[in-house]
């Protein structure tokens, strides 16, 4: 086969550096394999770890073998392994930061949440984690110090996830989408201005917890957060958190849609005062009587057919439709909610509440069903509606539909905050550090959300791909000659991360 295989780089005529795996025979240079071309240090360093992969893999010999044939100086009799460190996914995640525009940030900060993408654990476990994963050392009173004048860049934060939208993703701000959530506290003590008790998310209800308001892009990708007092009503927070973004970016006017706990009259005459467009998920069942049989009169009970009706003295409009699927779930909750009603009414247990129960008008202190709620619960069966300010013009009734349905991105986006990121429960106590917490979670989410949308990976997948390339530093012990090994870049290499940095 001639000379042994080797690794090259050249300066092409771009003005990029190739990389090649080439074997030189009788001075003449082979160009075995070409890995790529390369601008940027990062880029060509990526290029390179793969040439050695593909150099590996050409080569009749294991790497180490091969190394220690090359180093004599080398016995592996007296071969060590000292530590194993994970480097690599730590440059990997820190490039993602600059890519994001989150360069400016501390490296405190950035090590901290891309912790939480890694191994998301408490703050003084994070420490703990940085220095074994990757040798890296902060004090922990520099952590207690610096952690709460993180919420100092909070605008700065929210700024890089807008331009990172629009420069990585093409996001025109059509749409944006709305949700809430509760995240409670390892304590059963509130406070007077942050932690309370409140409708709990979690199944939390005896712990205080803090609403945080999150709104995303269509595709679920973080613009802006709040945070509430644990017992606000989540229908106040919207139009802040619009409002803001909106004083912020004047230059786009979206589509807001949120679910039916932001409907309010309030909200709605805000929105459109303000010149707002807006999705709102509808509480039929509150509606008066006659809207519904408007509604059952005019709307055909086939799957997928839709109406549109003006909302009685309101500038807004209902959009309704109807879904067998929907129907035979309805149907299954009704009768299980009308069968628990009976038996709390046959055991006459007054003190407690359920639905389609209410007191006897003929007999004090006794029960009966209630038989209107349970009429117009049955009317409603498949049956679900949007209220919306936009005319039909402008949106059909099925594109209000569907982009209403958007709403799952923001709830998963929620989901991996929540599961995946470990926000909660939150351990701290003063209101900066609490408010910090969530801004770092905050960060982590927007990685995390850019990563998997870039590569179609869920974000444990990018996780296990990232943790398994490490690299092995293994001294001689009688000569204290050292040498790295990097393992397992394969499934990088095959996988989409690979491409996330050579794109940039």
């Known amino acids: ?95 993602c930061f600059e890519i994001c525009g989150l360069g400016f940030l501390d490296l405190l900060y950035q090590d901290l949440a891309l912790m939480r993408i890694i191994e998301p654990a408490s703050k003084l476990r994070t420490l703990e984690l940085l220095e074994r994963y990757f040798g890296i050392s902060y004090a922990r009173r520099t952590l207690c110090r610096l952690l709460p004048k993180l919420i100092d860049h909070k605008n700065n934060i929210e700024e890089a996830c807008y331009q990172t939208a629009c420069s990585h993703f093409g996001e025109a701000f059509v749409l944006v989408l709305y949700d809430v959530t509760t995240l409670y506290f390892e304590t059963h003590e509130p406070d007077d201005e942050l932690r309370a008790r409140g409708f709990s998310k979690d199944d939390k209800s005896k712990q205080p917890q803090i609403v945080v308001g999150l709104l995303v892009t269509l595709q679920g990708f973080p613009l802006k957060h709040e945070i509430y007092k644990g017992n606000t009503f989540e229908g106040h927070t919207m139009l802040e958190v619009v409002k803001q973004f909106q004083n912020r970016h004047k230059d786009v006017k979206p589509i807001i849609v949120a679910d039916a706990a932001m409907l309010s009259k309030e909200n709605m005459t805000l929105l459109e005062d303000g010149g707002y467009q807006y999705i709102v998920g509808a509480r039929l069942a509150n509606t008066p009587s006659s809207f519904i049989d408007a509604i059952t009169a005019n709307l055909t009970l086939k799957d997928g057919s839709a109406i549109r009706l003006p909302y009685p003295n309101r500038s807004y409009s209902i959009i309704c439709s109807y879904s067998e699927k929907r129907a035979r779930k309805d149907r299954r909750e009704l009768d299980k909610q009308v069968a628990r009603a009976q038996e709390l009414i046959a055991r006459k247990e007054i003190g407690k509440r359920a639905k389609f129960v209410k007191k006897s008008e003929k007999h004090k202190d006794s029960l009966e069903l209630n038989e209107e709620l349970k009429t117009k619960t049955e009317k409603l069966l498949g049956i679900k509606g949007y209220v919306t300010n936009i005319s039909i013009e402008t949106l059909s009734d099925l594109q209000v539909i569907s982009y209403y349905q958007e709403l799952w991105h923001v709830e998963q986006t929620f989901r991996m905050s929540k599961t995946d990121l470990k926000t909660r429960p939150i351990f701290h106590f003063t209101h900066e550090a609490i408010k910090a917490h969530v801004l770092l979670c905050f960060v982590s989410l927007m990685i995390g959300k850019f990563l998997e949308l870039k590569t179609g990976l869920s974000l444990s997948r990018i996780r296990d791909i990232l943790w398994n390339v490490h690299e092995a530093q293994i001294e001689d012990t009688r000569t204290g000659k050292k040498i790295t090994l990097q393992s397992n870049l394969e499934d990088f290499n095959k996988s989409k991360l690979s491409q996330v940095l050579l794109s940039h």
């Not at 795996?21 to 394999?33: E, F, L, N, S």
């Not at 180490?64 to 044939?69: A, G, T």
């Open 1 to 95: 086969m001639g000379g042994d295989l080797t690794i090259r780089k050249v300066r092409t005529g771009s003005g990029s550096i190739a990389v090649q795996v080439v074997r030189y025979i009788k001075r003449k240079c082979i160009v075995v394999r070409h890995i790529g071309s390369a601008k940027t240090n990062d880029e060509v360093t990526v290029l390179l770890q793969e040439a050695e992969i593909i150099k590996e893999q050409m080569s009749a010999q294991l790497s180490l073998f091969s190394m220690i044939e090359e180093k004599p100086s080398l016995d592996a009799d007296h071969l060590a392994l000292q530590s194993v460190t994970h480097q690599f996914s730590l440059n990997f995640l820190r490039k």
